[in-house]
Structures are given as structure tokens and as C-alpha cells.
């Protein structure tokens, strides 16, 4: 990739979406770092409206998966965390932010995921209704959780090369 050689950019640029996993377990002391960098997250107002429901139990991956229409490689993962997002947290108890916070606190999670040489796949939920009804039930969220995204998580069992999809079409100096 024609990018500055940079351990430090290489954070965002060598981060990409795993979907097959090694064999190995993620040690409670590295699930705890990859929580403490999703909730370092920007939130609106520091409202910090996101939950996260972390699953390693092998059938409820294997629920997931099936729930998930995207989400099949859930049941090959070390584990999951679902991302959710409680509604009357959220700033102005508006949707948006919540989605806003949520999705920052994803993305510093797969960051981490990948700082720390695990592999990890961002698989939505929100905004399908139908998945959305699916996961609430399996994992008993109350009435104002919403689930936004499960992240899979495993040891990578797959190599992606670094890339930006970079496009200066849509880059407008100064005005559109
Ligand atoms: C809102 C959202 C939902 C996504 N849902 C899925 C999904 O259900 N299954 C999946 O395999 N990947 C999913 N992805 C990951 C994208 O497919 C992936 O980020 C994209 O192809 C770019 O590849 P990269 O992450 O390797 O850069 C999702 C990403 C986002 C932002």
C-alpha cells in the first residue's frame, strides 16, 4: 500500500474484517482491555448510552450465527459482544446518538481487537427489525436496550492485506 510505513497507522490501516478464526480462548484480562478501549470512546455529551453483552457460551454463538444473517462465522469465534445502546441514556433520548456513540465505541473495539493481534468482524443488527427482535429475546435485553452490532472476536485464522479504500472523489477542498 503506497502509505507512510508507521506501526502507530498501522492501527487503521492493517485493521480489516476477520471472519475466520484459529482455535484459542480471549483471557478475561483481554476482554477487559477491549472494553476499556470501547468505552474511551467520543460520546455526545458523555452520555456513554452504549452496553455491551459479552457471550462465550457456544451454543448462544451458534444462536447468534443463525439469527445473524451475516453473522455465520459467530459460530467459530472465541466470542461475542454484542453491542447495545440504552435509549434512555442516550442524549435527548434520540436515536441517532445513540447510534453515534455506539458506532464510535465499535469501531475503537475492532481497533483494539486488532492492536492486540486478535481478529474481529463488526456483524450489524440495527437496523433490522427482524434480527434486532431475534437477539433481544435470546439475550433478554430490557425494553429501551437496543442491540446495534455483535462483534465476533477470535484469534485470526485468516491474513487480510492492509489497504485504505481512499478515493479523492470523494475529498471537496474547501466546498462541495
Ligand atoms: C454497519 C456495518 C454492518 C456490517 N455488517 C456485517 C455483517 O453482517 N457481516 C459481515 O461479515 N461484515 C459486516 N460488516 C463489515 C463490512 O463488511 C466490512 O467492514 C467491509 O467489507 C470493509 O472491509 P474491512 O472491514 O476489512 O475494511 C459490517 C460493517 C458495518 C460498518
Redesign the pocket.
Known amino acids: 500500500m503506497n502509505t507512510v510505513s508507521n506501526d502507530k497507522l498501522d492501527l487503521f490501516f492493517g ?3 476477520i ?1 475466520v478464526y484459529a482455535p484459542g480462548a480471549i483471557d478475561e484480562q483481554t476482554l477487559s482491555i477491549l472494553l476499556k478501549a470501547a468505552m474511551a470512546a467520543p460520546s455526545a455529551m458523555t452520555k456513554d448510552p452504549w452496553r455491551f453483552v459479552t457471550v462465550r457460551n457456544q451454543a448462544m454463538l451458534g444462536r447468534l450465527a443463525a439469527a ?4 455465520k ?1 459467530l459460530s467459530t469465534a472465541a466470542m461475542a459482544v454484542v453491542v447495545c445502546g440504552d435509549l434512555d441514556a442516550a442524549l435527548e433520548q434520540r436515536l441517532g446518538y445513540l447510534l453515534q456513540d455506539c458506532s464510535a465505541a465499535i469501531e475503537n473495539l475492532l481497533l483494539c481487537a486488532h492492536a492486540l493481534g486478535l481478529g474481529a ?4 443488527i440495527h437496523p433490522s427489525e427482524d434480527s434486532a427482535r431475534q437477539v433481544r429475546e435470546m439475550l433478554s435485553l430490557p425494553k429501551a436496550v437496543l442491540p446495534i ?1 455483535a462483534i465476533s472476536l477470535g484469534w485470526p485464522g485468516e491474513q ?1 492485506e492492509a ?1 485504505t ?1 481512499f478515493n479523492p472523489a470523494y475529498v471537496h477542498p474547501e466546498r462541495w
Do not use: E, N, T
Not at 68 to 71: N, T
Not at 121 to 124: A, I
Open positions: 485493521r480489516r474484517s471472519r445473524l444473517p451475516g453473522g462465522m468482524c463488526w456483524v450489524g452490532a487480510l489497504r479504500r
